[in-house]
C-alpha cells in the first residue's frame, strides 16, 4: 500500500515504500479508505518536534499502547545492561591508567612524566585511525560478532599491559589497546539508532554515559582495594589494577556472543510480530519514504563520500574535539588533581569515586529531560555551562572544600553534556550507511581531543594544574559557541524545508535517489 501524506496545499505527496519512484499527483482523486492520511508532520508550530510523531501518532493509531510498552521494556532489559557493562569496562579499561599512576607505575618502570603522557595521548592515535573502518566492519558481521571480538581484543591488551617494563612499552600497549576499542562507541551508538526511535535514544544514550561514570567511581573505589595487593605474588599495585580489571571484559566478550541481539531485521529473541512493529517504528521515525537512503542496506558509496561533503560532519567534529578534550583530561587526571589538593595518593584514589557518582545521575536526569522536551541543543550548552563554572572555580579557588566541590562541578557538567551531545550527531543524520560512518567519523575526528587531553595537566603544573585548568575552559567555551551555531543552523533549515512548494519538493526528490537528510521531509534536531 502506499503511504499518502496529505500537505497543507491539499495536494498529494505519494511514497511508494517497495516501488522504484515517488509520484506527486495533484490531481487524482483518491478514496480514503484506501488511503493512510497522516497529519502533517512538518508544519511550521511542530518544526522543532518533528520526530516526535512517532510517539503521538503511530503508538496511539497504529498498535495498542500497552504494546509497545511491554516491547519497549523487552528491548530495554535485554539491551540497555549489556551495552552499558561494555561501555563500562572499556572505559575503565582506558582511564584507569590514571589510577595506576598513584599506584607507582612511573617510578617502578623509570619511565619519564613526558612518556606516561604520550601514553596517554598514542591511545587515540589508534583509535581516531580505526573508527570508521571498524564501523563499515559492524554493517558487515553484525553488532554482536564485531563486539565480541573487539571486547576479547583489548581484555587481552589490558590484561599484558600488567607485564610492561618500561615506558615505550606501555606506549606502545596504549596504541594497540587504541585500536582495539575504536570501534565500541560509534557501534554503541549505531546500534541505539537501529532499536530506538528519535525520542527514545537520548535518555538511553544518557544512560550507557552516565554508566561510564560510574568506571570512575567503582575505578577509584577497585584501585584503592587492588593497591593493597602491591607485593602479592611478586606483583606491584598497578600491575594488579591492569590484570584483574581486564578479566570482566573477557567475561563480557564471551557474554556478548551468545546474548547481544543483532538488528531488529534480524534478530532472533523478537516474536515477528514484535520484530515487524520494531522495524516499522524504526521506519516511520526513520523517515523510510523513497530517496531517504533507509532502504539501502548494503553499502552505499555515495552515503559514504556525503558524509564528508555535508557540513554538520565537521560542527559536530569541532565540537566534539572541544568536548571530549575536557572529558578525557579530567577522566584521566582526576585522581591526579584530588591528590594535589592533599590527600594521600590512597585516598584521592577513593574520593575520586564521588565525583562521578554524582555526574551519573545529573547524565542521566539530563537526557531525560531531553527527549521529554524534544530539544538538544540547550541541554548540551547547560551542561558545558556548568562544567566552566567547575574550571573557573578550579582556577581560582585555594580552599580544599571548594576546590573539590568544583571538580565535582566540573565532571557533572561535562558527562551530563556528552551524554545529550551523542544521540544529537544520530538523530541529524539519515541513511543507513551514512548515519553510521557519520557518527565513526565524527568520533574518530572528535577524539582528537584526547590527543590533546593527555598533554593538559604537566607535573610541573601540580599542585593546582592551572594551565590544565584554563586549557579546559577555553575548549568548554569553544563548545558552547558549535552547540549554539548548529541549533540555530538546524531551525533555519527546518523553516526552510517547510516554506518550499510542492513543486520544489518534487525537483529536490526527483534529482538524487539517495538523498538521506537532505530530504525535504527529513527535519533536524535542534
Known amino acids: 500500500m ?49 520526530f516526535d510523531s512517532y510517539s503521538n501518532n503511530y503508538t496511539h493509531d497504529t498498535h495498542d499502547k500497552e504494546e509497545i510498552k511491554r516491547l519497549t521494556w523487552k528491548r530495554d532489559t535485554r539491551i540497555l545492561p549489556l551495552v552499558c557493562l561494555f561501555y563500562l569496562f572499556s572505559f575503565l579499561d582506558r582511564v584507569n591508567i590514571g589510577n595506576a599512576k598513584l599506584a607507582g607505575i612511573i617510578e617502578d618502570t623509570n619511565m619519564t ?67 582495539a576499542e575504536a570501534g565500541l562507541v560509534p557501534a554503541i551508538i549505531f546500534y541505539i539508532s ?51 580489571e581486564a578479566i570482566p571484559t573477557l567475561v563480557l566478550s564471551i557474554v556478548c556472543l551468545f546474548t547481544l541481539p543483532e538488528f531488529p531485521e534480524t534478530t532472533s529473541f523478537l516474536s515477528e510480530h514484535e520484530r515487524k512493529t520494531v522495524m516499522d517504528m524504526i521506519s516511520q521515525d526513520n523517515g523510510q519514504y523513497n530517496n531517504s537512503g533507509e532502504n539501502v542496506a548494503t553499502f552505499s558509496k555515495k552515503q559514504f563520500l556525503a558524509v564528508f561533503k555535508d557540513w554538520k560532519t565537521y560542527l559536530f567534529s569541532l565540537a566534539a574535539i572541544c568536548i571530549i578534550a575536557s572529558v578525557y583530561s579530567v577522566s584521566m587526571f582526576l585522581p591526579t588533581i584530588i591528590h594535589g589538593l592533599g590527600f594521600t595518593a590512597l585516598n584521592a584514589q577513593a574520593m575520586s569515586s564521588i565525583p562521578w557518582s554524582i555526574a551519573c545521575i545529573f547524565t542521566i536526569l539530563n537526557g ?57 550527531i544520530a538523530n541529524n543524520f539519515t541513511g543507513t550507511t551514512k548515519r553510521s560512518v557519520a557518527i565513526a567519523a565524527i568520533n574518530s575526528l572528535g577524539n582528537c581531543g584526547g590527543v590533546i587531553a593527555g598533554q593538559l595537566y604537566r607535573a610541573d603544573d601540580a599542585p593546582y594544574y592551572i594551565h590544565g585548568h584554563a586549557a579546559c575552559l577555553g575548549f568548554q567555551g569553544g563548545a558552547v559557541i558549535c552547540a549554539i551555531i548548529l541549533k540555530l543552523a538546524f531551525l533555519r533549515a527546518n ?32
Not at 23 to 43: C, G, L
Not at 207 to 212: M, R
Not at 225 to 232: E, F, I, N, R, T
Not at 500 to 506: G, P
Open 2 to 50: 502506499n503511504n499518502i501524506r496529505k500537505y497543507n496545499n491539499g495536494s498529494l505527496l505519494t511514497h511508494q515504500q517497495n516501488g522504484d519512484k515517488t509520484q506527486i499527483d495533484k490531481y487524482s482523486t483518491i478514496d480514503s479508505s484506501e488511503a493512510i492520511r497522516v497529519e502533517p508532520s512538518f508544519n511550521q508550530e511542530r518544526s522543532n518536534k518533528a
Open 113 to 179: 612524566e613526558n612518556e606516561f603522557n604520550d601514553a596517554l595521548s598514542i591511545f587515540f592515535v589508534g583509535y581516531i585511525l580505526f573508527e570508521i573502518p571498524a564501523n563499515v566492519i559492524l554493517n558487515k558481521l553484525g553488532p554482536r560478532i564485531w563486539m565480541s571480538i573487539m571486547m576479547a581484543t583489548w581484555g587481552t591488551i589490558m590484561m599484558l599491559m600488567g607485564a610492561v617494563k618500561t615506558g615505550p612499552q606501555l606506549i606502545v600497549a596504549r596504541c594497540f589497546l587504541g585500536v
Open 194 to 244: 537501529k532499536w530506538y526511535t528519535k525520542r527514545e535514544q537520548a535518555r538511553r544514550v544518557a544512560i550507557f554515559y552516565g554508566v561510564s561514570t560510574c568506571a570512575g567511581a567503582f575505578g577509584g573505589i577497585l584501585a584503592y582495594g587492588l593497591m593493597l595487593l602491591d607485593g602479592v605474588q611478586g606483583l606491584d599495585g598497578w600491575q594488579w589494577i591492569f590484570i584483574i
Open 368 to 424: 531525560i529531560s531531553a527527549d521529554k522536551h524534544g530539544e538538544r541543543g540547550i541541554h548540551v550548552v547547560i551542561g558545558i555551562l556548568s562544567s566552566m563554572l567547575g574550571f573557573i572555580l578550579l582556577i581560582s579557588l585555594k580552599h580544599v572544600a571548594g576546590l573539590f566541590f568544583a571538580t565535582i562541578l566540573t565532571a557533572t557538567g561535562m558527562y551530563s553534556a556528552l551524554g545529550v551531545f551523542i544521540p544529537w
Open 495 to 526: 523553516k526552510k524545508r517547510e516554506n518550499m512548494t510542492q513543486e520544489e519538493r518534487y525537483k529536490k526528490i526527483e534529482k538524487d535517489n539517495e538523498l538521506c537528510d537532505k530530504h525535504p521531509d527529513f527535519r533536524y534536531i535542534s
